[in-house]
């Protein structure tokens, strides 16, 4: 028997995502509103929501709000159930003033804003190994941070010390680490210098334990950046830390960004055009992944140090009376050009 999802009239759905629960909207090929209910973020409720779907017709296209973050469960469930998935973006201020705001009002929206064609954005897969390097890199990124404080609160101990404790330690960093791993723990007493004596020695097993953490991450890290993208390991300027935040930028499908003017768009490196009447101008772009952006920065500072090509382009544009600012807003374009053509080469 043919079934209402081969036969019935083409729908679009839009999904207002929560924590706890997503609430789904269902509206014909006019906007008309079909349906909406809501449904708990688990297996049961994603396939209960496929289901709510595929009764009111043939879906075309499912509108998800927060692909990367609440939305993550239900567009994995959606695709794996063959239905095309887009990202929506928030419900933004005019329209919750005009409209206010309440989850079937968001959910149908994003419905509205897929069956009107606005939403064009295909969402991370987040199913391969970009996806593995992010979570690694995650646990790399808060190791990193926690370490830093960890030697802060190490110094700014010391500032207060007693000043027989504080001249029988080093300045340096490393020395600093060893020495106060060596002092002796709390005993029964608790004045200040034994006292501050074994919080020294505590922040500095903490440091130590820290930098072996890092360091075991980052040799995951560097198995799967040069399984997964050795061209893009290879560009000049290109290393560890920025070619990951690169690859999650783009995900583990980068044939999502059609053109490498998307994914420059994407990082931010794109100019805005700011014309009106007879001025004809660009403006700065300050949206985008600025983590991406700011890859692009390092790589692009790296390469003004070390490369004399981009040195030979600094130059010339100085001497034409452009900016460092604005010789490096364009050589970040060109990079992401460099890179965008590396990413979908690596990808298999």
Request: charged content about 25%.
């Amino acid at each position: 028997m043919t079934s209402m999802t081969d036969t019935g009239p083409v729908v679009f759905g839009g999904v207002d995502t929560h924590r706890d629960t997503i609430h789904v909207a269902v509206v014909d090929a006019l906007g008309r509103h079909l349906g909406d209910q809501e449904f708990a973020t688990t297996r049961a409720g994603y396939r209960a929501a496929i289901r709510f779907l595929r009764r009111h017709g043939r879906i075309d296209t499912v509108g998800v709000e927060g692909t990367s973050s609440y939305g993550a469960g239900i567009s994995a469930a959606l695709r794996t159930a063959a239905i095309t998935v887009a990202e929506v973006d928030r419900t933004d201020k005019t329209a919750r003033y005009h409209h206010g705001k309440t989850d079937p009002i968001d959910a149908y929206a994003a419905a509205r804003t897929t069956c009107a064609g606005r939403a064009t954005t295909i969402p991370k897969t987040r199913d391969g190994n970009v996806e593995a390097i992010r979570a690694l890199r995650v646990a790399r990124t808060s190791a990193i941070k926690t370490r830093t404080q960890t030697i802060n609160q190490i110094r700014a101990l010391l500032v207060t010390a007693p000043t027989t404790l504080r001249e029988t330690l080093p300045t340096t960093t490393a020395a600093l680490i060893r020495a106060c791993t060596d002092l002796p723990p709390l005993t029964t007493r608790a004045d200040p210098t034994t006292a501050t004596r074994h919080a020294l020695r505590s922040l500095a097993h903490r440091y130590q334990h820290l930098t072996t953490e890092i360091r075991d991450l980052d040799k995951h890290l560097h198995t799967l950046l040069t399984h997964h993208a050795p061209h893009l390991l290879a560009i000049h300027g290109v290393g560890p830390d920025t070619a990951a935040q690169l690859l999650i930028t783009a995900g583990d499908n980068p044939h999502r960004l059609h053109t490498e003017a998307a994914f420059a768009h994407l990082c931010g490196t794109a100019p805005i055009p700011a014309s009106s009447g007879q001025t004809q101008h660009h403006r700065l772009n300050r949206g985008g992944d600025r983590q991406a952006n700011r890859a692009l920065w390092t790589i692009t500072l790296t390469r003004l140090a070390t490369d004399p090509r981009t040195k030979t382009y600094r130059d010339r544009r100085q001497a034409q009376g452009h900016t460092t600012k604005d010789t490096i807003r364009r050589l970040k374009r060109y990079i992401a050009r460099e890179i965008y053509k590396a990413l979908t080469i690596d990808k298999p």
